[in-house]
């Protein structure tokens, strides 16, 4: 068996040979914004979000996810649980997630919908307004019709788009819903890492009124790229309520969600999934007797 670990443009390798499989992980730095998702769910803890130093005079850089090459199993969760599609996993050529194939890990839905009866052929609000460079618009002057293509599975739904928008067109469901919140007491003076490091124009922003930051939650993702780049314990509190993902059963994704929301939305969910097993089986029974 050989390992390797290398980095090449912006992307960090992985690559294990084991006798005719070949297993390759990739994290394009580009399209990584450094939070956290990864390194929590990651079951092998072979991934790392770290804080980087910051340079006197500069502003803060975002934090940077590392993998520890011989714990990595290639399962793909990393992939799964990404939303802006930063890691992919390929064995033997082919992109694959082997913990959603195998149906014991979800993946996250990513849902855009563009009425484009409504778009105008000369606006691209949108594309210009998208702060990850996900969306193109064509349009067609002689027939007056728009496409707007936009790579879902890079989109983590921070509805910038959707508030550009002048025609009320483009609509975005969230991934995950939530709460951040800033501790003032607890934020060291002039700091303002979390703002430098947050992917999402607006999500945080600096007031003219007071000079502190505030959090809108309209555009939030919360990814928590801005609690590890965060140099005070304490000073942003994050949690998640709701995960918008594909159904699953697992235990894996169970002791994901443990470490992804608060324990109160976790039973939640748990509960919810027993319900609907619950109904399902009563169907049956249901339609046994019919028979």
């Known amino acids: 068996m050989r390992i390797r670990k290398s980095e090449a443009g912006n992307c960090l390798i992985i690559e294990r040979t084991q006798h005719a499989k070949k297993y390759r992980l990739v994290i394009d730095r580009k399209l990584c ?11 092998r803890e072979a991934l790392e979000t770290k804080r980087q130093l910051k340079q006197r005079g500069q502003k803060a850089a975002c934090p940077t ?4 090459e011989t714990k990595c199993d290639y399962c793909g969760i990393c992939s799964a649980i990404c939303p802006f599609g930063a890691a992919q996993v390929n ?3 082919r992109d694959v997630e ?42 067609n002057p002689k027939t007056k019709s728009v496409i707007v293509d936009a790579q879902e599975e890079k989109c983590p739904a921070c509805h910038i788009c959707e508030a550009k928008c ?6 975005i469901r969230n991934i995950f819903t939530g709460k951040l919140k ?6 060291p003076s002039s700091c303002q890492d979390c703002l430098d490091v947050c992917p999402i124009p607006n999500a945080l922003y600096l007031s003219d009124k007071d000079g502190k930051i505030y959090v809108n939650e309209q555009f939030c993702t919360y990814c928590g790229a801005c609690r ?18 594909t159904p699953v059963r697992s235990g ?12 109160t939305e976790m039973t939640k969910e748990l509960r919810g999934k027993g319900r609907k097993r619950t109904m399902e089986a009563v169907k049956r029974r249901m339609m046994e007797r019919k028979k």
Do not use: M
């Open 252 to 263: 894996a994704w169970n002791k994901a969600l443990e470490k992804l929301t608060s324990t």
């Open 65 to 68: 996810v590392d993998v520890e």
């Open 182 to 187: 800033i501790n003032r007491e607890k934020c």
């Open 98 to 139: 082997v913990v959603v194939e195998k149906e014991s890990f979800p993946q996250l839905i990513h849902e855009i919908s563009v009425d484009t009866e409504k778009c105008p052929p000369d606006c691209v609000e949108c594309e210009k307004a998208c702060p990850l460079e996900i969306i193109s618009v064509k349009s």
């Open 91 to 93: 064995i033997d050529g």
């Open 228 to 245: 590890i780049a965060c140099p005070e314990e304490g000073a942003l509190e994050l949690s998640r309520a709701t995960i918008y993902h």
């Open 33 to 43: 914004v450094g939070c956290e998702l990864c390194s929590l769910v990651c079951p």
């Open 166 to 171: 002048p025609e009320d067109a483009i609509h």
